[in-house]
């Protein structure tokens, strides 16, 4: 596997190594990717100092995604049975910053295991405790999709996908989409970075069978019409390392 370089959205695109010591691992399964472009302008406001909206054909992009989490590590050797398995749905920006590194803003991530939220909360991730469960639609080909109450607030959302597996989507928009290894952060005043690696997503081209949302309205964007990208990915084993501050000129 060559490793990845900065901009490098190539079909093999994976994360450079995280050094060790880790600070988790996870396994992502059944992740569902909708994705709608976005003026850079209407990005902007929501990235914290130092970073930027990045761009792929003359726009940025939000993401709806759907996936479970069934284990969790502290580290590399701690497993978390029940408290580091759940779902997840967040929303995310796509961002870069000034050193080269590419990867997500996070507007919001529902999640069905309350200790896991309490303590990405305490680390300045936006995390929002939610009845999030996994959704399989019936059919010739098999669907899967999720559904997300939030237990405050009126948010929620319902969404699935029917993939065709069949198929690898293997274009740029889709590789640039979801070739991305870290996450900037607000903390403490400054910005942190925090960087992942796993292998290539595997993924396919699904079509929309389920869609009622108010996540993205909730987040700060009332989009119009389907999603102009649908993907569906059986999943990736990811490891996560130490945050460093990005370098603000």
Known sequence: MRPHRPGSFGPDAAGPKVPRPLVLEQSWADAVFLHWRISTSAAAPYLPAGVEPDVFDGSTWVGLIGFRVPGTRLGAVLPLP??????????????????????VVFLSLDASRLAFVLAARAAGLPYVWSRCRPLVTDGPVPGCGYDVERFRGQADSSFAVRPDLAREADDQLSLWLTARFGLYSRFAGRTLFLPNSHRPWPLHPATLTRFQDRLLTSAGFALEGQPESVLFSPGVRTRFGRPSALPIS
């Open 82 to 103: 029940y408290l580091g398995s759940f779902t997840e749905v967040n929303v995310r920006l796509y961002s870069r910053g000034a050193d080269g590194s590419r990867g």
